[in-house]
């Protein structure tokens, strides 16, 4: 079936360092490919998509591309900060019978000054 | 502010009671989406509505159930609840009903706790 896996975390930085979050998927036809991001306390909030392959997501400063060769949505950032200190998300949008979401089980971001 | 409120933000209730969480999506939007988020199972889709017809249908429990009224609110309603109910309850909608292109926008969430 569909699904989504993510590196596991803690993930722990200094501010101003390179951040990769690993996402890969499963999936049967052309999914979206979707980054949500929760801080502390509050829901997901949608982060940056992409539609099809080869789509460059970003927002913020962060970005992902739609690999499909490598069925992949990593995420990046050149420059973490403190603020960016969070769990985050990635999911799929596949049509595959019923239409479902799914998400991966999340990646703790920890920034430190 | 994603545009879906979520009441009440926190609930405790006992072990045996029923409760019932309310969502509104963001205006204009046909889908609402409810999901469970506690810490050993992460997020969980548990069902789906589109203009008030259930559409897609998850990992939800016999004892919960949902709607969507007529002016596109939802409630989730959890009945004879346990222990291991206590979580994060979130709501999300959708402009569409679901389509590969479909976005989620999620609401703040319920924390219910059960005692």
């Known amino acids: 079936g569909d699904s989504v896996t993510q590196m596991e975390g803690p993930v722990t930085l200094s501010e101003e360092a390179f951040l990769t979050i690993n996402c890969t998927y499963t999936?049967?036809?052309?999914?979206?490919l979707f980054w949500y991001v929760q801080y502390p306390g509050e829901g997901l909030q949608l982060l940056l998509k992409?539609?099809?392959?080869?789509d460059k997501g970003s927002n913020k400063g962060f970005e992902a591309t739609y690999r499909k060769e490598t069925t992949s949505f990593h995420l990046e950032k050149g420059s973490v900060q403190v603020s960016d200190s969070a769990v985050y998300f990635c999911?799929?949008?596949?049509?595959?019978?019923?239409?479902?979401?799914?998400f991966g089980t999340g990646t703790r971001l920890k920034v430190l000054a | 502010d994603s545009g879906v409120t979520q009441t009440p933000k926190h609930l405790i209730t006992a072990t045996g009671q029923r409760v019932t969480l309310r969502c509104s999506p963001r205006?204009?939007?046909?889908?609402v989406y409810w999901y469970q988020q506690s810490l050993d199972q992460g997020l969980q889709f548990l069902i789906q509505y589109y203009n008030g017809e259930e559409r897609a249908k998850g990992n939800i429990l016999e004892r919960f159930s949902a709607q969507q009224f007529p002016d596109l609110h939802s409630e989730l309603n959890l009945s004879s609840l346990e222990l291991g109910d206590s979580a994060l309850y979130f709501c999300?909608?959708?402009?569409?009903?679901?389509?590969?292109?479909?976005?989620?926008?999620f609401g703040p969430g319920t924390r219910l706790t059960v005692l």
């Open positions: 205006s204009g939007d046909l889908s």
């Open positions: 999911a799929l949008n596949a049509v595959s019978g019923t239409y479902k979401y799914i």
């Open positions: 999300a909608s959708s402009e569409l009903s679901g389509g590969p292109t479909d976005t989620q926008y």
């Open positions: 992409a539609t099809k392959a080869d």
């Open positions: 999936a049967t036809g052309y999914p979206s």
